[in-house]
């Protein structure tokens, strides 16, 4: 399936919210709703952003996220977004990010805003390379201990923010700087399943390397194809 087929649309009624419901369970592979419909229902009354993926009737993917604020401008915090497993590398992803960044940009919304796991390789690049999306601070445990089918981990995440204008360029550190490579693991959740003390080493890793370096000025100006963050530091 290519991005033509897809069919991304806003969501209103309360039979739409349940089918993304369930999809956002397929997709955590989880019996615990992620989200209840009448959370969805809410949100997309008060105006905030509810939208799901769709192929031939099915819902593929779907998206929520509520207003807030960046820099002291209007934002979207795009709290969940995710699509079927066997769609992760057919541009569905993409196009989804894209229908919600032009739906900000239409209602004056100058960022959109979320987290991810840092130590996500697919995700890091998708949001830094292939969206061009500036990370912003390292949250640490953010949301607690995690207790899925990847099994159980500190939730560490990284805050990203992405214009809804081409105009805004990612920034860069002016003056001299020290690159630093931060290498991350080749799968996450398999090494949560086969090995949990490893996986939580790495979040350990991770943590004491990218994060005081964000804390000191640093910023993430790449991901690597083989899986490091790189990091832009002035020299005082």
């Known amino acids: 399936m290519g991005e033509g087929d897809l069919d991304i649309r806003t969501l ?38 509810v939208a799901g993926a769709f192929e031939s009737g099915h819902a593929v993917g779907a998206s929520f996220g509520f207003l807030a604020e960046h820099e002291g401008e209007r934002a979207l915090y795009s709290h969940v977004t995710g699509i079927l497993p066997g769609l992760r590398h057919g541009g569905v992803g993409r196009a989804m990010k894209q229908h919600q960044r032009a739906w900000a940009a239409e209602r004056g919304i100058a960022w959109i805003v979320w987290t991810f796991d840092p130590l996500v390789r697919r995700n890091a690049w998708f949001n830094i390379e292939v969206i061009g999306a500036q990370v912003v601070s390292y949250l640490v445990n953010f949301l607690g201990t995690t207790n899925d089918a990847h099994g159980d981990d500190e939730s560490d995440r990284l805050v990203v923010a992405w214009p809804t204008s081409d105009a805004v360029e990612r920034p860069r550190p002016s003056g001299e700087v020290e690159t630093t490579r931060i290498d991350t693991p080749d799968d996450i959740f398999v090494l949560r399943r086969t090995d949990p003390a490893a996986a939580a080493e790495w979040r350990l890793r991770l943590r004491d390397e990218l994060a005081p370096l964000l804390g000191a000025g640093g910023m993430v100006t790449g991901f690597t194809r083989d899986g490091a963050y790189v990091v832009d530091t002035p020299v005082s």
């Open 12 to 49: 209103e009624t309360a039979g739409d919210m349940a089918a993304i419901g369930t999809v956002f369970q397929q997709i955590w592979g989880t019996t615990t709703p992620i989200v209840a419909t009448d959370i969805l229902m809410a949100l997309s009354h008060a105006g905030g952003y």
